[in-house]
C-alpha cells in the first residue's frame, strides 16, 4: 500500500455517505468478518471516551472535596482558584462556582440563553443541555422536569437552579453517598457522574 | 479505573486527535468509529498505540508538505488543537490504520477494495 495520502482524496464537503464514511465501514466490516474486532468492543470503547473522558475532571475534583474538607471549603469559595491543581488541559476555564447538595438543598445547573457549560470540568455538554425544552422547563417548572428525568425529589427538598453564562459556569457537588467513606481518591470519583454535577441526578 | 483510563487515552502529544476542552470532537459517526477501532485493536495487542502513533505523525507530516501552500484547516469548535479539521485528522487516521493493518497482513488490500466497492454500489439512501 502507498505510502501518498494524496492517493485519497481529501473531501472537505462531507456527508453520511462521505468516501471515509465508506471506506470506514468497509474496513469495520472486513476486520469483523476476519475475525479480528468485534464491532461490541467499538461501540463500548466510544461511550467510554463520551462519558467518561470529559466528566471525569469534575469527578476527580468532587472526590478530592469528598476526601478533604479544606479543599471542599476552598472549591465553595473559590473553585476557580482551588481547581487550578488539577491542571485541566481542557481549555480556559472560565469563572467556575461550585454549589453543594445538602439534604434540604438541590442544586440543578442550567443555561437558559445558550449552552454555556463548564466544559472544562466536564467535557461536552449532553444533547439535551442545549434542548430549548429543558433550558426554559427546568426555570419554570423544575421539579416536575427534574422527575421526568428520572430525579424525583422530596417536596421539602429547596431546588435551585443555576443560570450559566458566558461569564459564570456552575458545577454541582453533590453530595457523598454514606457507604463510600473512606474510599481513595480515585474510588470515590467512580461514583461521580455528568449527570449528578449537572444536577439532573443526585 | 479513572487513574487507568486516563493513563490510557493517548489524547496527549504529538498526533493527539482534535479535542475541545479535554472532549475528543468528531464531526461525522465514522470518525468516531475509526477511533474506536484503533483503541481496540490496541487494547487487544495488535499493535501497540506508539506504533500506531508514529504512522500517524508521520503521515501528517507528509499531509502538511502537501499541503504547505494551503494551511490546514482551522475548525472553530476545535480550541485545543488548531491545527487540523477533524476532517482532515481522521482521514489521516483512518488511512494510518489500513496501511498498518494491511502492512500486518491483517487483510489483503484487494479484500478492503472489493468490499467498499461493495459498499459504493449499494441503492442511494442507503445509510446504516
Known amino acids: 500500500m502507498s505510502d501518498n495520502i494524496e492517493k485519497h482524496q481529501l473531501d472537505k464537503h462531507h456527508h453520511h455517505d462521505s468516501p471515509q ?182 | 479505573m479513572v487513574d487507568k483510563v486516563a493513563d490510557n487515552l493517548a489524547l496527549t502529544g504529538a498526533g493527539a486527535p482534535p479535542m475541545a476542552n479535554g472532549e475528543l470532537v468528531f464531526d461525522a459517526p465514522w470518525q468516531g468509529r475509526v477511533f474506536g477501532m484503533a483503541r481496540v485493536l490496541c487494547e487487544a495487542g495488535v499493535f501497540s498505540w506508539d506504533e500506531f502513533r508514529q504512522r500517524l505523525i508521520s503521515n501528517i507530516a507528509i499531509w502538511e508538505q502537501q499541503h504547505s501552500e494551503q494551511p490546514a484547516v482551522h475548525d472553530e469548535t476545535v480550541h485545543d488543537n488548531p491545527v487540523y479539521s477533524e476532517h482532515v485528522y481522521y482521514e489521516i487516521f483512518l488511512q494510518s490504520l489500513s496501511m498498518l493493518l494491511a502492512n500486518k497482513n491483517l487483510y489483503a488490500e484487494a479484500e478492503l477494495t472489493v468490499r467498499e466497492a461493495e459498499f459504493l454500489a449499494r441503492p442511494h439512501g442507503h445509510d446504516h
Not at chain 1, 33 to 47: F, H, M, N
Not at chain 1, 143 to 155: F, I, N
Open chain 1, 21 to 202: 464514511a465508506t471506506r470506514a465501514e468497509a474496513l469495520e466490516s472486513l476486520l469483523i468478518d476476519k475475525g479480528i474486532l468485534v464491532a461490541t468492543a467499538v461501540d463500548a470503547v466510544i461511550s467510554r471516551y463520551a462519558e467518561r473522558v470529559g466528566p471525569m475532571n469534575g469527578a476527580r475534583i468532587v472526590a478530592r472535596a469528598w476526601s478533604d474538607p479544606d479543599f471542599k471549603q476552598w472549591l465553595l469559595a473559590d473553585a476557580t482558584a482551588a481547581i487550578t491543581q488539577f491542571e485541566l488541559d481542557g481549555g480556559q476555564v472560565e469563572k467556575l462556582v461550585v454549589v453543594e447538595n445538602t439534604p434540604a438543598v438541590h442544586n440543578v445547573v442550567v443555561c437558559t440563553l445558550c449552552s454555556c457549560y463548564p466544559w472544562a470540568v466536564l467535557g461536552l455538554p449532553p444533547a439535551w443541555y442545549k434542548d430549548p425544552a429543558y433550558r426554559s422547563r427546568i426555570v419554570r417548572e423544575p421539579r416536575v422536569l427534574l422527575a421526568e428525568m428520572g430525579l424525583v425529589l422530596a417536596d421539602d427538598v429547596q431546588i435551585n437552579v443555576w443560570d450559566s453564562s458566558a461569564e459564570i459556569r456552575y458545577m454541582v457537588l453533590p453530595q457523598q453517598p454514606p457507604d463510600t467513606l473512606g474510599e481513595s481518591e480515585s474510588e470515590l470519583a467512580e461514583h461521580v457522574s455528568r449527570d449528578v454535577m449537572i444536577g439532573v441526578a443526585r
